[in-house]
């Protein structure tokens, strides 16, 4: 009898094992989407128009993103070598942290905040330093200053920052890349559509700052990935090397302008997620669940011990948000993606019978 073969499977590298497996739960969606912070109701019909308009051409080539990344820079007010289009800000990450990060560098990061962030730094040989905010979920300005080294190399902002949905001042941002010169300074401004502020006029002027947006929250583009890096051009440059030149695909580079163009869509729905969330912050205020202040498209909410019941019971019932309690800090927490205000009205009747089935006597008043 032949003897069996031996199977060997060569091991990922040691950092790659010692990382935990990030399985966001996507299965079976097709609710009231409250999880994920996408735009919960439509991209802008012009995009549909777009696509409809796909032909075989646009598929058989491959993608040729310098035009639109052109577009996109003026829409901006930037150079088009100050802007790198991304397979969302995903990738944008994945490439600044392959592009700065090297052994022996600290990535500064205050905690609880996006969850890549640590995920691609793991991959790197450098050291994640995370900053824990306090209770408020402020953003730790004064404690991230102390943590300042000659070795941090990077520093990761989500501004606002998820879960939390608090903010980082302008002011704070200019000075902590003051006070940080030999480092890069990201600034996620994911969710910026639903704050208004922005410190994308300063890329250039402020040689380490450098700025993400992306398209899958208030444009209602997740589905088609599509990101950006907006910073010097002797930074970019950089970074187009790690970039792979085929990652924003023909669909999404085709729709791109349709969707920037489109701004009467797009304040539309950031002014009713805006009247949503006050809607809802009074809804939460009643039920007297305690919340922290946003200024993004959901909000952290405190659950207490029986989040996880919580949630439960609100997928059951339709309506499906998303468990923080393992973020650092956030135990009992659960975030809530702020919809349209009819979406909110469904989720809040929905949230109060949640509550009350599982006896949950809200105290925030
Ligand atoms: C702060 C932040 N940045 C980036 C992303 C991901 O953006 P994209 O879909 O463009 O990869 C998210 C998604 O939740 C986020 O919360």
């Avoid at 920052?161 to 302008?170: D, E, H, I, K, M």
């Avoid at 010169?181 to 401004?189: R, S």
């Amino acid at each position: 009898m032949a003897e069996a073969v031996k199977m060997i499977y060569p091991a990922a590298r040691l950092r790659v094992q010692a990382m935990k497996e990030y399985r966001p739960p996507l299965g079976c969606r097709d609710t009231l989407r409250l999880d994920f912070n996408e735009n919960t109701l439509a991209c802008s019909p012009k995009v549909r128009e777009v696509l409809a308009r796909v032909s075989t051409g646009d598929l058989t080539r491959y993608p040729e993103r310098g035009p639109v990344e052109a577009v996109v820079a003026a829409h901006l007010g930037l150079n088009a070598d100050q802007v790198a289009l991304t397979n969302g800000v995903d990738e944008a990450i994945h490439v600044l942290f392959e592009t700065f990060l090297e052994a022996g560098d600290e990535l500064l990061m205050p905690v609880p905040t996006y969850t890549m962030y640590e995920v691609y730094a793991s991959v790197t040989d450098a050291q994640v330093i995370a900053i824990q905010a306090a209770d408020d979920l402020q953003f730790p300005f004064e404690r991230l200053l102390r943590a300042i080294t000659p070795q941090t190399k990077i520093i990761a902002i989500a501004n606002p920052n998820s879960p939390s949905g608090s903010v980082a001042t302008r002011a704070q941002i200019v000075e902590i890349a003051h006070r940080a010169p030999h480092a890069i300074l990201l600034v996620d401004e994911a969710y910026f559509h639903f704050h208004g502020e922005t410190v994308i006029d300063m890329v250039g002027a402020v040689p380490n700052l450098i700025v993400a947006r992306t398209f899958s929250k208030a444009y209602g583009l997740a589905g088609l990935r599509l990101g950006l890096l907006a910073g010097p051009a002797e930074s970019m440059r950089w970074m187009r090397r790690v970039l792979s030149p085929y990652s924003v695909n023909s669909l999404a580079l085709a729709c791109l302008p349709a969707a920037l163009n489109d701004e009467a869509y797009l304040d539309w729905y950031v002014g009713e997620v805006i009247a949503a969330r006050t809607e809802f912050e009074i809804a939460l205020d009643r039920a007297g669940v305690r919340r922290w202040p946003s200024c993004a498209n959901f909000i952290l909410t405190e659950i207490g011990p029986r989040h996880a019941e919580f949630v439960r019971l609100m997928s059951a019932a339709g309506v499906l948000v998303r468990d923080r309690s393992s973020d650092p800090g956030c135990d009992g927490r659960v975030r809530i993606t702020v919809g349209t205000r009819e979406q909110m009205r469904q989720a809040a009747s929905v949230m109060n019978e949640a509550l009350a089935a599982l006896k949950i006597k809200g105290d925030a008043q």
